[in-house]
């Protein structure tokens, strides 16, 4: 009797339901990184790869510029014509800009990784400043990765790198330096001896041979265009790398004591990027956190979908469109042919299959070009409940004086109207 009423208590729940599914995941934090480490040891590079894999926005003070300058805002026109009049641009200005970006839509969908704040610069903020910067954000980083390097091995290798200077290729010291070559060529041999036989040993031999001889003329024609850029001469880097330690790591430290140690990942920074990478990957598989869905627009420039064609028809076209998997045909969202921007402002306006787009398993047709950059950038204002919800739309009449505009301003102000 007490086992009937306690399965009375708890009745079935489809654990499995897939609206809760999908409210849970737009109300969700996406995750942020922070990449902590002394100059040059590789943060940028590890923080690229992240970028592609996790499909987080990189927020660093050069990509921000240029998105300002190329989108020609208010402050991208002020950029540029200080970049031609040869000024530089102020600290205060590029925090300003990067704060911006945290807080853009974007970012809110698909998280953030950063590496450029706490900067060694201490003109517009000081160092715990920029710590508290970074505290406060509305979006806090959940994963801290901190590249650690012995001073000596980072001095020689930022002091070894060599800049093309036709291309701006940065090439290390193993790429140019025909003696590091040659060592890591033998040290090869050795290795591969213990390993494999005679005879596999005279056919590879010959091929490494060939590929020697092929990459040493390579070596030989970029030699004379390498040059040596003074901020990688090895007293400044030294000097760099002995003001990070005096103004910026002991701060680093509380801050990485203070954090979560199962989301703090530390690193050898003398790997390589790709193994530092593989690394941060197989570390984040383990802490079952979710990546930003990336939506996905159904229809390309080649193809044409008729405007006045019958929804049904419409949609069984789009399902077959760009699967990610055999068999995985995108579903019919709740909002059919509705577009999902111009309801949540509260009109109803049907949507075009030119901007079609799949997010979550499911499609979503927008109306314009305009309804379509806010909803790719971040598509969840317009998918949490209680949309897709239609318009209400009240008129109030009555005579002058009457109260009129107060009523509306408070009925708006108790259903989030307009």
């Given amino acids: 009797m007490t086992s009937q009423e306690k399965t ?13 599914t999908e409210r849970n995941f737009l109300l969700s934090k996406p995750v942020c990184f922070v990449v902590f480490g002394k100059p040059g040891v590789g943060k940028t590079t590890l923080a690229h790869y992240i970028t592609q894999a996790w ?4 927020v660093e003070a050069l990509p921000v510029l240029e998105e300002q300058i190329v989108a020609e805002t208010e402050s991208g026109v002020m950029l540029q014509s200080m970049l031609i009049s040869g000024q530089s641009i102020p600290d205060e200005l590029v925090i300003k800009l990067m704060l911006e970006k945290l807080n853009s839509p974007e ?12 900067s060694l610069s201490q003109d517009a903020m000081t160092t715990l400043q920029q710590i508290e910067l970074i ?19 980072l001095c020689q290798r930022i002091s070894g790198q060599r800049q093309h200077n036709n291309t701006g290729y940065i090439y290390s010291r193993d790429q140019w330096d025909p003696e590091v070559i040659e060592n890591q060529r033998k040290k090869k041999k050795e290795t591969q001896k213990d390993r494999k036989g005679e005879e596999e040993e005279e056919e590879e031999e010959q091929e490494e041979e060939e590929a020697f001889i092929a990459e040493m003329q390579m070596v030989a024609e970029i030699l004379h265009h390498l040059v040596q850029r003074p901020e990688d001469y090895l007293e400044n880097v030294e000097n760099i790398v002995k003001l990070y330690k005096e103004t910026i790591l002991q701060t680093l430290e509380e801050v990485m004591a203070e954090h979560n140690p199962q989301y703090l990942i530390e690193l050898n920074g003398n790997r390589p990027p790709e193994e530092l990478f593989m690394i941060v990957m197989s570390r984040l598989k383990y ?3 979710k990546r930003a869905a990336v939506i996905t627009k159904l229809q390309g420039a080649e193809e044409e979908i008729n405007d006045t064609m019958e929804n049904d028809e419409l949609f069984r076209t789009l399902a ?3 699967l990610i998997a055999a068999r995985y045909r995108w579903q019919r969202s709740k909002w059919g042919r509705t577009c999902p921007v111009n309801l949540k402002d509260g009109n109803i306006y049907s949507g075009l299959p030119d901007y079609s787009v799949s997010f979550l398993g499911k499609i979503y047709c927008l109306s ?6 806010p909803f790719v950038l971040n598509p969840r204002p317009y998918l949490l409940p209680p949309m897709p919800a239609p318009p209400c739309k009240v008129f109030i009449f009555g005579p002058q004086y009457s109260g009129k505009t107060t009523l509306c301003n408070m009925l708006a102000e108790n259903y989030k109207g307009k």
């Fill in 368 to 373: 314009s070009e305009e309804a379509l950059k």
């Fill in 107 to 118: 970012v809110c969908h698909f998280g953030y990784i950063i590496t450029e704040i706490p």
């Fill in 287 to 289: 802490l079952n956190l």
């Fill in 135 to 153: 505290k406060n954000l509305n979006l806090k980083p959940d994963i801290i990765i901190n590249i650690k390097c012995p001073d000596y091995d």
């Fill in 8 to 20: 009375e208590e708890h009745p079935f729940a489809d654990i499995f339901d897939e609206d809760e």
């Fill in 55 to 58: 499909k987080c926005i990189r």
């Fill in 320 to 322: 077959s469109y760009k």
